[in-house]
């Protein structure tokens, strides 16, 4: 058995965000399909540690991607100056069920998510939207900014995170990686919301990360960051003024805190979600209808991204001779 190791640096090399995003949009459309088999994720919560274990596998029909990622979310880890997340992929041949290849997940996590958010921008977002303001100053929130900036022309970037050293180090990890762009530190949260055309949050927080008084006409939010019931980033009544749209129906309504607890509250009902992002990008459902309304991603993050992800990444890194086989 012949097995492609692929590290962090192998994945990032192998998948270009904008060929993330292009992967993305099929993921969520082959999802919304039905040509997706992947069940709810697995959870085994490390509570002593704080922490969870999230196991989730998948196979796409249309494109023939089969893998499995493990992956650990451990917030505290910050304080021993460690990744919160940890993860590998296992990808799988699809028609002889051998493994093919071990990816670094971390990595692949942060690149998938970003793009995530990537396809639903494009997809959502006023074409016109120049300003983004980011919420967060991790891995997942510094994906999140690459990946718009794939897909709009942004001129100005605010970032606000409770971690100031970490909003400096983003800040300046920015202006490298995109000269011309005028990258800022918002003071407050709501002068970060009240600047932009879209806003990303890539936060822990069980409390809303902005106002939505400062949330203006005509938003874009993608929402990526609160992946359990508990938690919550976006203020309900922005929800409640938004056009709804998620991954999926399905996970969303389990996981999501902040559709969960409007819902619990009754400020909105399930039918609230307007459309599966794959539905928007298959035609099936209208996104955006107007210049002036708000439009909400809400992501909890699905297996197909990690397979699509995973199987593009592989394919490409065989064309270029990266990582190393094993023989086992």
């Keep these: 058995m ?35 088999d992947v069940p709810l994720r697995s959870r085994v919560e490390v509570t002593d540690a704080g922490g969870v274990a999230l196991f989730m596998p998948a196979y796409l029909r249309g494109s023939r991607d089969l893998a499995v990622k493990a992956v650990s979310v451990f917030p505290r880890n910050a304080k021993r100056q460690l990744p919160t997340i940890h993860a590998l992929v296992i990808v799988f041949d699809s028609q002889t069920g051998a493994p093919a290849a071990l990816l670094e997940g ?10 995530a958010s990537g396809a639903a921008t494009d997809i959502l977002a006023n074409r016109s939207a120049r300003v983004v303001s980011i919420f967060g100053s991790g891995v ?30 983003m800040a300046d990890q920015a202006l490298k990686l995109m000269p011309g762009v005028d990258i800022r530190l918002a003071k407050s949260p709501a002068q970060a919301a009240g600047e932009a055309d879209l806003i990303c949050t890539a936060t822990t927080s069980t409390t809303p990360v902005f106002p939505d008084h400062a949330v203006r006409p005509g938003t874009h939010v993608n929402a990526i960051g609160a992946y359990t019931p508990e938690m919550q980033e976006v203020d309900p009544d922005t929800v409640a003024r938004s056009r709804l749209f998620v991954d999926s129906r399905v996970a969303a309504l389990a996981e999501a805190g902040d559709l969960i607890q ?12 307007q459309a599966e992002l794959g539905e928007v990008i298959s035609g099936e459902r209208p996104g955006r209808t107007t210049p002036e309304e708000i439009t909400l991603f809400k992501s909890v993050g699905l297996a197909v991204q990690d397979a699509v992800a995973a199987g593009a990444i592989l394919r490409r890194a065989e064309e270029l001779g990266l990582g190393q086989v094993i023989v086992l």
């Design 106 to 115: 971390a990595t692949l996590t942060a690149l998938r998510t970003g793009a």
């Design 140 to 169: 997942q929130a510094r994906t999140q900014l690459e990946a718009v900036c794939a897909v709009r022309a942004v001129e100005r970037v605010w970032i606000y995170s409770l971690d100031e050293p970490g909003a400096r180090a």
């Design 2 to 36: 012949r097995l492609r190791v692929l590290s962090a640096d192998d994945v990032r090399r192998s998948l270009p965000m904008a060929d993330a995003v292009r992967a993305m949009k099929d993921a969520f459309r082959q999802f919304s399909a039905g040509q997706a």
């Design 262 to 273: 409007p819902i619990r509250q009754g400020r909105i009902t399930e039918d609230w979600i």
